[in-house]
């Protein structure tokens, strides 16, 4: 079965650099959320699109911007790296009516910034 | 806004053993659904069970199954017959019921150690 496709699947960055993680969910999902799992620490959600406009916000830092095309793959744009951005961010998608077992998520991408 | 506690960073277990983790949440909501979510070594993201806070029977999913207090705001996994491939990070995380999917809000996590 298709799953979420993150890419790339690790990066290294320097500070001050920008970042762009891609994400494309399971076919027919219309939405997709990112989440942010600093070392050690919980996922924390950071926004979410459903048919390309954004649904909900987290704390994401002004930084980072995201967006979801008319294919319904989504990018995180991450710029002004700090060392404090290195982390695990995941994508999830999901239909948008409620059904848990549809909500998948990626394998993540893993931000390293030196 | 929802938070969600398990006060217990790490347990350890033996193998065939049974071991119960906690965890508590903090609501106003009336219709949401909880989980426990599975985080191995490979970072990946998994689902172990889910539960609709307006059901009152526990979910059960093969050797795992919950203890649903919706009073208490209590939501515990049992993990009977535990064995190697259990051990991982499990993450107890709270979804907002609005007729379509949400964002989930996690607890902190616990590390769980299987034993051979």
């Known amino acids: 079965a298709a799953g979420v496709i993150q890419s790339p699947r690790h990066l290294i960055k320097e500070k001050r650099e920008t970042a762009t993680l891609k994400c494309y969910p399971i076919?027919?999902?219309?939405?997709v959320y990112w989440y942010q799992q600093g070392p050690g620490q919980d996922p924390q959600f950071l926004i979410s699109?459903?048919?390309?406009?954004?649904?909900d916000k987290g704390s994401i830092p002004d930084r980072f911007s995201a967006q979801q095309f008319s294919d319904y793959h989504s990018e995180l744009n991450m710029s002004s790296l700090e060392l404090g951005d290195s982390a695990l961010y995941f994508c999830?998608?999901?239909?948008?009516?409620?059904?848990?077992?549809?909500?998948?998520f990626g394998s993540g991408t893993r931000l390293t910034v030196v | 806004a929802q938070t969600v506690t398990q006060s217990q960073p790490e347990m350890s277990v033996q193998e065939a053993e049974t071991v119960t983790l906690s965890c508590t949440y903090d609501t106003s909501e009336n219709n949401y659904y909880l989980f426990w979510y599975k985080q191995p070594p490979s970072r990946q993201m998994i689902l172990v069970i889910r539960q609709e806070a307006y059901k009152q029977q526990n979910a059960t999913e093969n050797r795992f199954s919950v203890n649903f207090q919706k009073a208490a705001k209590s939501f515990s996994l049992k993990i009977s017959d535990s064995q190697l491939g259990d051990t991982a990070m499990y993450f107890c995380a709270f979804m907002k019921l609005t007729g379509a999917n949400s964002k989930l809000t996690f607890g902190k996590g616990i590390t769980l150690s299987v034993r051979p």
């Open positions: 076919p027919r999902h219309d939405t």
């Open positions: 999830a998608s999901s239909p948008h009516r409620y059904d848990n077992y549809g909500y998948t």
């Open positions: 699109f459903y048919e390309k406009m954004q649904s």
